[in-house]
């Protein structure tokens, strides 16, 4: 386990959701108070706000990137095919996704038009730093003893924008508040030349996540 020192906070200029975090809410409040977020330009194209979804009290907390399509359609986080090989990963790893809280780094779906698809867009710096607050009143509610990032975009949002994942995967940080530990994102997985590989090096991520609970 590393300590690392106090990480670099994002400098990128935004509006923000703080405005609309209410101060003192449970976790339901968030969740409504989340429906009506207009601190960056996605919530425009998006069908609803996607927010955080499990136990208030889970000990796991496993965090994305940002909604896909079906999330935005069916408003939860990670029942796309992302989900359904998160699910199994965590079900052969020994975690039960029941006591786990789900959530993503940005609340919103970021996407462009192919016809009549509509094709994921990686979130840019302005809406991570713009949606950081609901993920931060996320946490500290939660009080997990292991958050764990799925992907680059997760991790940056937690341990700044320096932190790669190709480079420190698998390592456990120790922050003030709680532990984090990155891995890939399941459709990074989902798109690997070598399938069968990469899933057993995410099956693995997630049974050091079990063994670090």
């Not at 975690?95 to 779906?109: C, E, M, S």
Request: aromatic fraction near 8%.
């Amino acid at each position: 386990m590393r300590t690392v020192p106090r990480r670099r906070r994002w400098t990128v200029k935004a509006p923000g959701a703080a405005e609309f975090v209410p101060a003192d809410a449970d976790l339901p409040q968030l969740r409504a108070a989340a429906a009506g977020c207009h601190g960056c330009a996605l919530y425009i194209g998006a069908s609803q706000t996607v927010f955080g979804a499990g136990p208030p009290d889970a000990t796991l907390v496993l965090v994305g990137e940002q909604p896909g399509d079906q999330e935005d359609r069916q408003g939860r986080p990670f029942v796309g095919p992302a989900g359904r090989l998160l699910d199994r990963a965590l079900a052969e790893a020994g975690i039960d996704r029941d006591t786990v809280y789900l959530t993503n780094a940005v609340k919103h779906f970021k996407f462009v038009e192919r016809g009549k698809r509509r094709i994921h867009k990686q979130p840019g710096r302005t809406e991570i730093y713009a949606c950081s607050p609901w993920l931060a009143a996320e946490l500290r509610l939660v009080t997990p003893k292991l958050v764990v990032c799925l992907g680059a975009i997760a991790a940056k949002a937690l341990l700044g924008p320096d932190f790669k994942v190709s480079e420190r995967r698998g390592e456990v940080v120790s922050l003030a508040e709680y532990r984090v530990m990155a891995t890939v994102h399941p459709s990074a997985v989902l798109r690997a030349p070598d399938y069968e590989q990469a899933y057993a090096a995410f099956l693995a991520d997630l049974r050091r996540v079990c063994a670090e609970l």
